[in-house]
């Protein structure tokens, strides 16, 4: 599978990057510059840049060749046939020889001092997993912060997570995590096929790591709505998520086997499958019901016996719902809060012509009535 690797070295960097590649030509030079630009001569020397071709369709591969190119520190690997996001981040950790590593994606990129700001951190404290901050940069421009990133404040010193157990809830990807390279080891954990690979991944390493460093300092640009990205794709391989989980809590029970973190985990991931299934950017409609069917399944086969922590308010309704396999309800809860989404922002502006005043009361009474079921 893999054909090459170009610019060998036998140094050992403190931070290695495993930068997978594929379909990304008009975003990879900004990505490569992001890391290895303006740094000084001692911040350049502690890191290197592994660059995995993964077997690319575009003038990527080329691009990694010419920018490899009298850079001691940069390493591209070719694979002979494309494996997919997380596969391809295996073969550059295989290849990988610092201490530390960060999975960084093609698409997205590092704002200046961030590799400085990551580097000073990682000697400081000598953690097992760093959680980073993160921003959501739309094509517009329109920055957008994380939903999770007000969990990561106040956090000045290495921490476990039974001392802040909230980092659970950072957003789930690999991206926002500098591991130590032996901690994988130890964990014996590697990334699994298909999409939503990062589910059973992230959380192992939280749950498994005795220093946990929180950088609470924006140190990762993540690039949203890109076309053939994962999350802007409609696409029947959304139903990977139901593996990955599957992979989770078997290595949970296995490892790590607390009813607490199994009953959050459990509502992290009916959340989870909830944001996929309402999402029409990545489900068709026609297979939202089967979708929503195999959530109703899990919630049967991983609710935990003492319950778990519902969240309020309609996301909790809609957790009551999947429980019930209730999906007409569902799907009426979610058309009408659409809709009063909708009606809130034309309050600002002049209502239309021939505009149904009755319409909020419908919407408001279809509320009413589906709270009544929970």
Known sequence: MVSGVVTESTRTPLLSFVVPVYGVEAYLYQCLESILGGLTGDDSDAIELVAVDDASPDRCGEMLESYAAGRPNVRVV?????????????????????????FVDSDDWLPPGAVTTVLARLRRDEPDVLLLDHLRVHENGRLEVDASSH???????????????????????????????????????????????????????LIGAERISVLDQVCYRYRQGRLGAITSTRSGRHFDAFAQYERLFEWVDTHHPDPELRATLFTLMISHYLVVVGNDDRLHPHLRRAFFRRVAEHY???????????????????????????????????????????????????????????????????????????
């Open 300 to 374: 049967r086969r991983f609710l935990p016996p003492e319950g778990y922590p519902q969240p309020d308010g309609v996301p909790g309704l809609k957790h009551r719902l999947v429980g019930r396999n209730s999906y007409l309800a569902y799907v009426a809860l979610r058309r009408a809060h659409r809709m009063a989404g909708r009606l809130r922002g034309q309050r600002a502006a002049p209502a239309p012509a021939g505009a149904d005043p009755a319409a909020g009361r419908e919407v408001a009474e279809q509320s009413t009535a589906l709270a009544g079921q929970g």
């Open 78 to 102: 070719r694979l002979t046939r494309n494996v997919g996001l997380g596969l391809a981040r295996n073969a550059g950790l295989e290849q990988a020889r610092g201490r530390y590593v960060w």
């Open 151 to 205: 969990l990561l404040r106040g956090v000045p010193d290495p921490v476990t997570l039974d001392e802040r157990p909230e980092l659970l809830r950072v957003q789930h990807t690999a991206w926002n995590k500098v591991v130590r390279r032996d901690f994988l080891d130890e964990l014996d954990l590697r990334f699994h096929p298909g999409w939503y690979e990062d589910i059973p991944f992230s959380h192992p390493l």
